[in-house]
């Protein structure tokens, strides 16, 4: 699992190595390290990190060890991988089927309606699910167009 | 060697032609390469000897022939009697039951007689068994022009790529629907106009739903799925949407987004035949009646090859096939 701190600590030397030993006493994976010298605030500088825990229970017991050694968390969250699928409905849709799919983490990042001049309406919608629910959301959609007599087009 | 020509419609006179123009290229791998019979819906012409190229490449029928011609003769009576070493069967596709392409085919793999064949019916019903006949007689059996057309699908899987597995394979595999979804692409015009253009161009079949409704493309899916990927599906397996429902509203929104819309083949985990967003810079948004394919292995990882997938062009595998029989033959 991917979680993503933003630690605020104090401008000294040292400071991070002594932040970085619970994550790596608790299995962590630091992926990436920023520091955003340009948010500085007082003596403190937010460092932001992008750290792999093989479990939550994991990154939860960190984030504990972090604190018993005075380390400010000022944000803490699971990073999801998501992908973007861009699709086109023909036919009369139930728009809020599509809004109110029960797939977890769906996010509607845009959408184009064309008005018909031809005999069905159509739609293109650009969603964005996380990685791992992508099939899951294609077949979600195709079950919707199947019910609704729409035609589905997503992309290859 | 001696040939024959089982069914003499557009492929079989096309290669007849062909074979007329490229002699001497083929005569290089056999100088004794002649074609001894040819038959149609109305009998069929047989001489031992060889019929002449010239004269057989200018008739429109068996019957013009005049000499050699036996009216009302089967093709199968044709296939048992005459001693060929190859058959090219090209009588029209059916895919409800594979005939009469099947028993032709049967019946030349169990005389021990060669086979090379443009007919997709046969291979959609009864590929399996039709393969593990030809291997239990020693016979060659090769299908090249049955999908895409001239594109070297099969040789390409299997002389090149014989370390990879297949592990998807997507590409558009009718001409007839990319030429009608290109000219709504590039001119905006509805799915009727564009379809009554091909119709006029003579590029669609007979009854179009067998391009527009997906089941050519499907029949596709069907001979790729069991020829390359060594699985065994039914025509009944793949899930179909043709493109009568796409119109050119949908083609112009997935335009702005900088994607076409292709029927796409597409055989992985599922089968299926579908309209797709296929984005412009993918090396599948090919246009006018030309085929795409698109493997991903294991090794190679992506390939595409493009090409013409009907009309004369294939008698380029067709041809291509025929002269691999008689190199191999050679070799013997």
């Keep these: 699992m991917r979680f993503g701190l933003t630690l605020a600590l104090v401008d000294r030397p040292g400071q991070l190595l002594k932040a970085l030993e619970p994550i790596a006493k608790n299995g962590g994976n630091i992926i990436s390290i920023i520091h955003e010298r340009e948010k500085t605030a007082g003596v403190y500088v937010p460092v932001s990190l992008v750290v792999d825990f093989q479990a939550y229970e994991n990154y939860r017991k960190a984030r504990e060890d972090l604190e018993e050694i005075g380390v400010n968390i000022t944000k803490s969250e699971e990073v999801i991988e998501r992908a973007n699928i861009t699709a086109v409905l023909i036919g009369k849709l139930d728009f809020k089927r599509i809004v109110e799919t029960k797939i977890k983490g769906l996010r509607i990042v845009d959408f184009e309606v064309s008005a018909p001049t031809s005999r069905e309406a159509c739609i293109k919608l650009n969603i964005e699910v996380p990685v791992e629910l992508v099939d899951e959301a294609i077949m979600e959609l195709k079950r919707i167009s199947k019910e609704e007599n729409a035609i589905l087009v997503s992309s290859i | ?83 060929a070493d190859i058959m090219v069967e090209a009588t029209p596709t059916n895919i409800r039951d594979g005939e009469p392409g099947i028993t032709h085919i049967k019946r030349a793999l169990t005389i021990g007689t060669h086979v090379v064949t443009s007919n997709k019916g046969p291979l959609v019903v009864a590929f399996r068994t039709l393969k593990n006949l030809a291997e239990a007689k020693g016979c060659e059996f090769r299908y090249e022009g049955t999908v895409a057309g001239a594109m070297p699908v099969f040789s390409l899987i299997n002389e090149c790529l014989q370390g990879d597995r297949i592990v998807k394979i997507s590409g558009i595999l009718n001409g007839t629907t990319n030429f009608i979804l290109s000219k709504m692409y590039f001119e905006g015009t509805s799915f009727e106009i564009a379809l009554k253009e091909a119709q006029e161009r003579g590029i669609t079949e007979k009854d179009p739903a067998y391009d527009v409704d997906g089941i050519d493309a499907a029949c596709k899916v069907v001979i790729l799925a069991n020829a390359i990927m060594d699985r065994n599906e039914k025509f009944e397996d793949i899930e179909r949407v043709g493109i009568r429902g796409v119109t050119s509203e949908a083609v112009s929104l997935a335009k702005r987004s900088n994607y076409a819309i292709k029927l796409i083949g597409t055989i992985d985990k599922n089968l299926e035949v579908a309209p797709k967003l296929v984005p412009v810079n993918h090396p599948l948004c090919v246009h006018g009646t030309l085929n795409a394919l698109h493997f991903e292995t294991d090794l190679a990882k992506e390939l595409t090859i493009v090409g013409y997938g009907a009309g004369k062009e294939t008698v380029s595998a067709v041809l291509n096939d025929l002269i691999t029989v008689l190199k191999k033959k050679k070799e013997q």
């Design chain 2, 1 to 83: 060697m001696k040939i024959l020509i089982i069914g003499f419609g557009f492929i079989g006179k096309n290669l007849v032609k062909t074979i007329y123009q490229k002699i001497e290229l083929i005569k290089r791998f056999d100088k004794d390469f002649k074609i001894i019979g040819v038959s149609d819906s109305k009998g069929y012409l047989l001489n031992e000897k060889g019929l002449e190229l010239e004269r057989l490449s200018k008739i429109n029928g068996t019957s013009d022939y005049s000499e050699c011609f036996l009216k009302a003769g089967s093709s199968l009576e044709l296939i048992e009697k005459s001693g």
